[in-house]
């Protein structure tokens, strides 16, 4: 086995531990979201409400609504001057 027998190996080892660490990556966010939206519901009902819509019904997730209320007051602020 040569070098270059062994560089291609290498690269393409290489290139699937990036590819399964971008899957890994985005699974992990998809249940972060989940578990963050099933903490900030009021109750399971609304949790269950909110994740039974598709993509095309999207629903405003619990984190987003919390991040758009913080951010708020920084965006009138700055509207006004």
Known sequence: MGYDEICV??????????AVIVINE??????????YDRL??????TYKRASEHTEHERVES???RVI???RRPYRDEGRKA
């Open 9 to 18: 190996v290498l690269l393409g080892l290489c290139f699937g531990l990036c």
């Open 26 to 35: 985005l699974l992990h966010r998809r249940e972060r979201k989940d578990l």
């Open 40 to 45: 900030m519901s009021r109750d399971i009902e």
């Open 62 to 64: 619990a984190h987003r």
């Open 68 to 70: 758009d209320n913080w």
